[in-house]
């Protein structure tokens, strides 16, 4: 009886799993990364000596440092977030809002906004920071 010898295996061959998990693990990121939230632009919060870190809330506007605002992500004018913000008011009273403004904004901007927040309704306004040193 005759059997053929076994053939040597070729190194590529013990190299291919690991080929396949490197790119599972980069498809695998690439997704991840893309379910991530990003800003409508660009906020620098202001830094804070505090140690709390805000809980979640329904509701979160960005300002930015040219006074550009954002409800939720998405871009609106000053008016159209007031009518929202009171729209959803109505349906659900204890509504929180988180404000992150831009470190570069003028104080007496992002007070106009949260006193404006204050008329329609709102009953608690966060106004979120970077802890100093981060």
Not at 57 to 68: N, Q, R, T
Request: aromatic share 4%; no cysteine.
């Amino acid at each position: 009886m005759h059997f053929d010898t076994p053939k040597p295996r070729n190194d590529d061959e013990r190299i291919l799993p690991l080929i396949n998990v490197v790119f599972l693990l980069l498809i695998f990121f690439m997704l991840a990364g893309a379910l991530t939230s990003t800003d409508p632009f660009e906020v620098e919060a202001p830094r804070s000596a505090s140690e709390s870190r805000p809980a979640d809330h329904d509701m979160l506007i960005h300002i930015g440092s040219d006074g550009a605002l954002a409800l939720d992500g998405e871009r609106v004018a000053r008016e159209a977030m007031l009518s929202a913000i009171g729209t959803r008011l109505s349906d659900a009273p204890e509504t929180r809002v988180k404000v992150k403004a831009d470190g570069g904004l003028a104080a007496r901007e992002a007070i106009a906004v949260m006193q404006d927040l204050r008329g329609v309704g709102v009953k608690r306004v966060d106004l979120l920071t970077v802890r100093e040193g981060e």
